[in-house]
């Protein structure tokens, strides 16, 4: 089984400042990970993913994340964020030709 | 491209009603389509996936008598909520893939159902 943990529930930074949202994932199996992003009363809008290849991947909106097989994470960063950043994350795994498992999303509140 | 839209965004019914929420792939043809449903503040959970022209698969403790759903073509799959109660009250969010196993989940902007 898989399972997905995002280790922030809620992280509030001010503009301009980096940001790591962090997820760290448990697999028995090969898996996809990838982040998505959820304004208020939206949908989900895919942010990156990693299917093979380089470890660090770059997503929409200045979004990049690094695939650390040994440490088992995903971790979402982005060196300078903006108002409109605000909204919430998650990180899902999918095992090749499985489900997709979402962790339980974190709150990226940016303050002026 | 990969722009899945929901119909309607949001609906308020009355209890005992039943709703039908529309889910569609604009721009590709979705094999498999997914429904979710996310309470306030959580993360989303899996309902169930459907194939074009087959039957859905329920996740466990979804019932599929109340949360009907059809995926009649590679563009359109539809749920209906059956006999609502206002603890179906919630967001729902289907999501299309195409055709291969690393095909990502393309999301729908989601349909908020309230019922009195």
């Known amino acids: 089984a898989q399972s997905v943990t995002q280790l922030d529930s809620q992280v509030p930074v001010f503009e301009e400042a980096p940001v790591e949202l962090r997820c760290n994932y448990s697999s028995s199996v090969s898996v996809y990970l990838f982040w998505y992003v959820q304004y208020p009363n939206q949908g989900l809008q895919l942010l990156l993913k990693y299917l093979s290849g380089s470890t660090l991947v770059k997503g929409i909106n200045g979004f990049e994340a690094e695939f650390n097989k040994s440490q088992t994470s995903f971790h979402l960063r982005k060196p300078s964020v903006h108002i409109s950043d605000t909204a919430e994350y998650f990180c899902a795994v999918q095992p090749r030709g499985g489900k997709l498992i979402f962790g339980q999303g974190t709150e990226l509140s940016v303050k002026p | ?116």
């Open chain 2, 1 to 116: 491209g990969a722009v899945v839209s929901q119909h309607p965004s949001w609906v308020i019914c009355k209890s005992g009603t039943s709703v039908k929420i529309e889910c569609r792939s604009l721009d590709f043809q979705a094999t498999t389509m997914f429904w979710y449903r996310q309470f306030p503040k959580q993360s989303l959970m899996l309902m169930a996936t459907s194939n074009e022209g087959s039957k859905a698969t329920y996740e466990q403790g979804v019932e599929k008598d109340k949360f009907l759903i059809n995926h009649a073509s590679l563009t359109l799959s539809t749920l209906t909520v059956t006999s609502a109660h206002p603890e179906d009250s919630s967001f729902y969010i289907c999501s299309a893939s195409g055709q291969t196993s690393t095909d990502t989940q393309y999301f729908g902007p989601g349909t908020r159902l309230t019922v009195l």
